[in-house]
């Protein structure tokens, strides 16, 4: 049976519980606040916290994908012991991760590793890693749930309510036009 291992990145924000329960792997983006630099990584980031002080820092948090080195190392310690990698990536125009892990395959092994632009953030990401990691567990195709999950990004929507433009503004998320 081919063996295909799904990853993502922190951007999809899957609960630790669903990563393990579908043995999926997230390489984290960073969060760079008060001179710092965070994995956002459930670890070094504590979410809940961050949040709560957010309002406090003297300057707005920016975030950063992980670099191509980062992603090389996941996608060849999965190959050890899978045929193929499926890497679903936040959306090309909102973050560098997507572009950063499709370099990371082309330097490891571009026959064996899928690296998808999901078009999306948040929820609508994570979507689309559990059902590519439903369509491992049920035996499919490696192309089948590639052309799948490539399918689906555009089906999927995610909306939010924004509370102060400023903050997006500030992050270079849009233009103060």
């Excluded at 899957?14 to 792997?25: M, T």
């Excluded at 956002?40 to 670099?67: C, H, I, M, W």
């Excluded at 973050?95 to 690296?115: C, H, K, W």
Aim: with cysteine.
């Amino acid at each position: 049976m081919t063996k295909i291992k799904v990853i993502t990145d922190s951007i999809a924000d899957l609960p630790p519980n669903l990563i393990e329960k579908w043995q999926s792997e997230s390489v984290p983006c960073y969060i760079n606040f008060e001179e710092k630099s965070l994995k956002d990584d459930g670890v070094e980031l504590d979410r809940a916290q961050f949040y709560k002080d957010l309002a406090n820092f003297k300057e707005y948090p920016t975030t950063a994908a992980p670099s191509p080195i980062l992603g090389e190392e996941l996608m060849r310690s999965n190959l050890e012991d899978h045929d193929y990698v499926i890497s679903i990536n936040g959306a090309s125009n909102i973050s560098g991760t997507y572009n950063n892990m499709r370099l990371a395959a082309q330097t490891v092994d571009p026959e064996r590793i899928f690296v998808i632009n999901a078009g999306n953030i948040s929820a609508a990401i994570g979507l689309q890693v559990l059902i590519a990691c439903e369509m491992v567990e049920q035996g499919k195709d490696v192309h089948e749930i590639v052309a799948a999950v490539d399918k689906l990004k555009y089906h999927t929507r995610l909306y939010g309510a924004i509370y102060n433009l400023e903050t997006l503004r500030r992050s270079g998320r849009i233009s103060s036009v």
